[in-house]
């Protein structure tokens, strides 16, 4: 009898990175270094005798589609002063996504299309949100307030032993 086939892994990630501070959505880069096209990337530029010791981590890779998102499709910014090109708007972005990640932007900053992404998309998301401090206000502002499917994820969180220090520099 053989063996049923393995379902590849996928995720499809959105992220909301208009204005926002570069370090609250620094774990697309982590995420993205799991995705099988990096894994390509790096096997393609390794010396050929490293090849056994990457091939080991082959099948943990995953297929990954990142919706960078912003209102339109002209070049937008982050901090500090880092200019990027959308490459989806709010409005065409799938809503079934597995992960939404939310950058937190400058309060005063949210277009509409953000907030209608974010209530939206929140009803047939798969997986979770997952927000830094600002972006915390925005999924309040929107209605978006069921923790069963949000992560804080913030430098505060990821380090306990420094957390009181830490939550007053970036909270």
């Known amino acids: 009898m053989a063996a049923a086939a393995v379902p590849k892994k ?3 990630i959105g992220v909301m990175m208009d204005n926002v ?3 609250d959505i620094v774990g697309i880069d982590l995420i993205g270094n799991l995705s099988r096209e990096y894994m390509n990337f790096v096997k393609d530029s390794m010396p050929p005798e490293l090849a056994p010791f ?3 981590f082959e099948s943990h ?3 990954i589609e990142f919706f960078f998102l912003a209102p339109t499709l002209e070049p937008t910014i982050m901090t500090p002063k880092l200019s990027y090109v959308p490459n989806m708007t709010y409005d065409d972005c799938p809503r079934d996504l597995d992960i939404v990640l939310v950058g937190g932007p400058v309060l ?3 277009p509409p299309q953000a907030d209608k992404f974010m209530r939206e998309a929140w009803y047939v998301l798969r997986s979770c949100v997952v927000y830094s401090c600002p972006g915390h206000a925005d999924r309040s502002r929107v209605g978006v307030c069921s923790c069963d499917r949000l992560a804080h994820c913030t430098l505060p969180s990821a380090l306990p032993k420094r957390r009181s220090i830490l939550t007053r520099l970036f909270c």
């Open 10 to 12: 996928s995720l499809r």
């Open 21 to 23: 501070q570069l370090l």
């Open 54 to 56: 990457l091939a080991s």
């Open 61 to 63: 890779a995953l297929d």
């Open 108 to 110: 005063s900053h949210r």
